[in-house]
C-alpha cells in the first residue's frame, strides 16, 4: 500500500470528518476514544487502559510515509520492506544495492544509519479545542480565519515544545469541531537490520499488486538508537508464535494518511470527473518518464527504482479508486443518504441553515476544477531543497505565530534534518525530472506566460534543467547550511541558480498556497456545519476521518468471495514456490536465490500471508497487527483491489487489509536467512 506517499503529495484537502454511522467493522478510531461498547458488543471484548496504552506506545509512524511498531526491549522496530525502501534506496550505491539484494546485519556494529528517518512515538493526547476556537471569531471571513487559526496553533505547538521537549502537533478531527495536540517523541538515530531482496519482499509485482492470494515477505527490521547505543524501550510488542486461525479478531495499530468519507455527492463527483483522472494522467506521465530513464542502463534502473515503483503503486491504488467512484451503485447509496438527511435538516427549524453547507461544498468543486494544474512546484530533489531554503529564510524574518505550516519553531528540526540529508541526489536524474516539470509549466500555462518565460531564461526545458541541476551547489550539504545559517541575506546574495529559480517562482508559490488555504478553510468550515447537522440527527459517535495519526482498527480473519470464487484467508510459504512455478518466466516471479536454497530447510506449511476485516487505507503500511492479548501477529502491506474505495467508502463483503503473518517473518529469518540470532532478540 506504498500509494500513501503520492496521496499526501497529493493530498485533497486537510478535512478530517466523518459520519457517526458505522457498519461492520468499519472505523479508524481515536486511541482517546476507543469503541468500547461496540467491541464489546460485537466481539465480547473490553480492552483495558494498559491494554491501549501498551499498544500506542508500541507503535511508531514513519517520516517517509507508513507505520511501524518496537519489537524489542532493544530498539527493534518492523516494518514493511516497501516503507524501508526510501531509506533502503538511499543508503544503496552502485556496489552496493540493497534494495535488489537485501541486507542481515549480524553485529551491531553492521547496522547502518539511515541519513534522514524520523520515527515518531505518541505518548501523549490533549483536547484544546477550547482554545483553538476561542481565537477565531464566528464572524471573521475564511482568509483572516485561518490566519488566526494559524496562529493560535503554532502558539500552542511552540509552547508544549518548549515545555516538553516533545514534537508538537495539533491536529483538525471532525472538520473543526475538535482539536487535538499530538505530542510524539522522536527517533532520529535509525539504522537497518535485516531487509529480503525485493524479489521476495513484491513477489508477484505489479501483477499481483493490491490482489489476493499474495506469498509475499514485505517486512523489513530496523533499529533506534539513543545517545549512540541501542534504545532500551519500556513498551513493545511480545511476538505470538501461533499461526492465525479462520474468524480470529485482529486489530490495527497505525497511521492511516487521508480518508473523504464525509464528502458530499458533489465533492465525489469532482472526484470521479477532474482530480483522480488529472492526477492519473499526471502519474502515467512519470510512469513513462522514470522507465525511460530506466533503460540508459543498470545504474539508472537501480537509481529510478524506489520512486517508479512508488509512481506505479500510485497509479494502481487511484485507478481502483477511479474505478469505484465511476460504478454507479456507488452513488445511489450516497445520493440516497444525502438527499435523506437534507430533507431532514431543512424540515428542523433549529438546523435549516446549516444545509447552505451542501451548496457551499458545490461551489468549492467548481473552484478546484479551476485551480487544477496551477502549481510551481517543481518536483525533483534539488529545486525542493532550494525551495524550502528560500521559504524558510523568509519565514524566519516573521514572528513564529505568522509562519507558514512546517516553518514554525516547532517543525523546525525535522524541516533541518531533511534539508541537511546526506542522502544522494543524482544529476542525470534530476535533469531528467526538472525538464519535464518545466515543460509541464509550459503546457499548462502557455510559452509566451511571463513566468514561463523567466523559468526558461531564453531556453528549451532540457537545456535550462541541465544548466540549473550541473550548476547548483545544493548537491553539497555545507552548502546548504551555509545558506540557512546566512538567513534571508544570503538567501538573496545568492548566485546558485537553483536557489535563483526557487526565488523566480516565490511569489507565486505564495499565492496559490494561500489560496488554497482559503479555499480549505471555506471547506473546513461547510463541513463543520454538516457535521453539526449528523450530529444532530444521527447522534455521537463514530471516528474523524484520516489524518496520518495513529488511529485503532479491528477485524476478524476473514476470506471472501470473487468471482463467484471463495477466497481463503490464509496462505502458506509452500504456495509461494507453487506460484513460482505457475508463472514461471515471467518477469516478478522468480523466487530469490536464498528462497531456492532454503527450500529444503523452510517448514513449507508455515503461515505467510492473510486478510483481514481490518478497516484501512494507505498511511497503515507496516502496522502491527495484534491479537486479544496485544501480542504480534501480523504486519499490514497492502488492501485487495475491492479496498481500493476505502478513501470514500468501507466495505466489509470483499474489502480486505492483506498481512504478512508473524510466524511467516520468523521462520523465513530462521530458516531462509540464516538470522536465528535476529529471531531469538524479537519480542524480548
Known amino acids: 500500500m506504498r500509494y500513501s506517499l503520492v496521496a499526501i503529495v497529493f493530498a485533497y484537502s486537510a478535512l478530517t470528518c466523518s459520519l457517526p454511522k458505522v457498519s461492520g467493522d468499519e472505523g479508524m478510531y481515536l486511541f482517546n476514544d476507543l469503541p468500547l461498547e461496540l467491541l464489546k458488543e460485537r466481539h465480547e471484548f473490553e480492552p483495558s487502559e494498559k491494554w491501549a496504552d501498551d499498544l500506542r506506545l508500541s507503535s511508531v509512524r514513519f517520516n517517509s510515509g507508513g507505520s511501524g511498531s518496537f ?46 528517518l524520523e520515527l515518531n512515538q505518541l505518548v501523549a493526547i490533549e483536547d484544546v479545542t477550547a482554545r483553538v476556537n476561542a481565537a477565531v471569531a464566528d464572524s471573521t471571513n475564511p482568509e483572516e480565519a485561518a490566519k488566526q487559526r494559524r496562529a493560535v496553533i503554532s502558539t500552542i505547538e511552540q509552547e508544549s515544545l518548549e515545555k516538553t521537549g516533545l514534537r508538537s502537533d495539533v491536529v483538525t478531527l471532525f472538520g473543526g469541531a475538535l482539536y487535538h495536540l499530538y505530542r510524539y517523541k522522536k527517533y532520529t538515530d535509525v539504522r537497518l537490520v535485516w531487509a529480503p531482496e525485493t524479489a521476495a519482499a513484491f513477489f508477484g509485482g505489479d501483477a499481483d499488486n493490491f490482489e489476493y492470494p499474495r506469498y509475499n515477505l514485505d517486512a523489513t527490521i530496523m533499529r533506534v538508537y539513543e545517545d549512540g547505543k541501542p534504545a532500551e524501550l519500556e513498551h513493545f510488542l511480545r511476538w505470538n508464535r501461533d499461526p492465525l486461525t479462520e474468524g480470529e479478531l485482529v486489530f490495527v495499530s497505525g497511521n492511516p494518511g487521508r480518508t473523504q468519507r464525509i464528502f458530499t455527492v458533489d465533492a465525489l463527483k469532482y472526484l470521479r470527473d477532474d482530480r483522480l483522472p488529472y492526477l492519473l494522467d499526471y502519474l502515467r506521465r512519470k510512469e513513462v518518464l522514470m522507465q525511460q530513464y530506466s533503460l540508459n542502463g543498470k545504474e539508472a534502473t537501480r537509481r529510478a527504482r524506489d520512486e517508479l515503483f512508488g509512481i506505479q503503486n500510485a497509479r494502481k491504488a487511484y485507478t481502483g479508486m477511479l474505478a469505484g467512484l465511476q460504478n454507479p451503485q456507488t452513488f445511489v447509496d450516497k445520493q440516497a443518504a444525502e438527499t435523506a438527511l437534507l430533507e431532514q435538516v431543512k424540515a428542523d427549524p433549529k438546523l435549516r441553515d446549516l444545509a447552505t453547507a451542501w451548496d457551499e461544498i458545490a461551489t468549492i468543486q467548481s473552484e478546484n476544477r479551476d485551480r487544477l494544474g496551477k502549481s510551481v512546484s517543481f518536483r525533483s530533489s534539488l529545486f525542493d531543497l532550494a525551495l524550502q531554503i528560500v521559504l524558510l529564510t523568509a519565514e524566519d524574518q516573521k514572528p513564529n505565530e505568522q509562519r507558514l505550516r512546517g516553518y514554525t519553531d516547532s517543525s523546525r528540526e525535522s524541516l533541518l534534518q531533511e534539508l541537511l540529508s546526506p ?10 525530472k526538472l525538464a519535464d516539470e518545466i515543460a509541464r509549466l509550459i503546457e499548462h500555462r502557455g510559452a509566451e506566460d511571463p513566468l514561463v518565460e523567466k523559468v526558461l531564461n531564453g531556453k528549451s526545458p532540457r537545456d535550462q534543467a541541465a544548466e540549473l541541476v550541473l550548476n547548483s551547489k545544493l548537491i553539497d550539504v555545507d552548502e546548504r547550511q551555509k545558506l540557512i545559517d546566512g538567513g534571508l541575506e544570503a538567501v538573496e546574495q545568492s548566485s546558485d541558480p537553483m536557489i535563483q529559480l526557487a526565488r523566480t517562482v516565490e511569489a507565486e508559490y505564495r499565492q496559490i498556497r494561500a489560496e488554497s488555504e482559503q479555499l480549505q478553510e471555506r471547506e473546513r468550515q461547510a463541513y463543520a456545519k454538516i457535521a453539526q447537522a449528523v450530529t444532530a440527527i444521527q447522534g455521537t459517535g463514530g471516528y474523524p476521518d484520516a489524518t496520518f495519526t495513529l488511529r485503532l482498527a479491528f477485524g476478524t480473519v476473514k476470506g471472501y468471495t470473487e468471482d463467484g470464487k471463495q477466497i481463503p484467508p490464509t496462505t502458506n510459504i509452500g504456495g509461494a514456490y507453487q506460484h513460482a512455478e505457475e508463472h514461471k518466466g515471467q518477469q516478478d516471479f522468480d523466487l530469490p536465490t536464498s528462497w531456492m536454497d532454503g527450500k529444503n530447510r523452510v517448514d513449507l506449511d508455515t503461515q505467510l500471508n492473510f486478510v483481514c476485516t481490518a478497516d484501512i487505507i494507505g498511511g497503515n503500511s507496516g502496522s502491527p497487527v495484534v491479537n486479544r492479548d496485544g501480542e504480534l501477529v501480523g504486519l499490514i502491506f497492502d488492501g485487495n483491489i475491492q479496498s481500493l474505495t476505502a478513501d470514500y467508502l468501507y466495505s466489509e463483503q470483499q474489502s480486505r487489509a492483506v498481512s504478512v503473518s508473524g510466524v511467516g517473518i520468523l521462520e523465513t529469518l530462521k530458516s531462509i536467512y540464516g538470522a536465528r540470532d535476529l529471531a531469538r532478540q524479537i519480542g524480548r
Open 71 to 116: 519489537i524489542s526491549s532493544d530498539g527493534l522496530v518492523l516494518t514493511n520492506h516497501h516503507v524501508a525502501s526510501d531509506t533502503l534506496q538511499k543508503l544503496s550505491s552502485p556496489e552496493r544495492n540493497l534494495i535488489e539484494a537485501g541486507y542481515l546485519a549480524k553485529t551491531l556494529d553492521q547496522e547502518i544509519k539511515a541519513p534522514d
Open 423 to 432: 542522502a544522494p541526489i543524482y544529476q542525470d536524474l534530476e535533469q531528467v
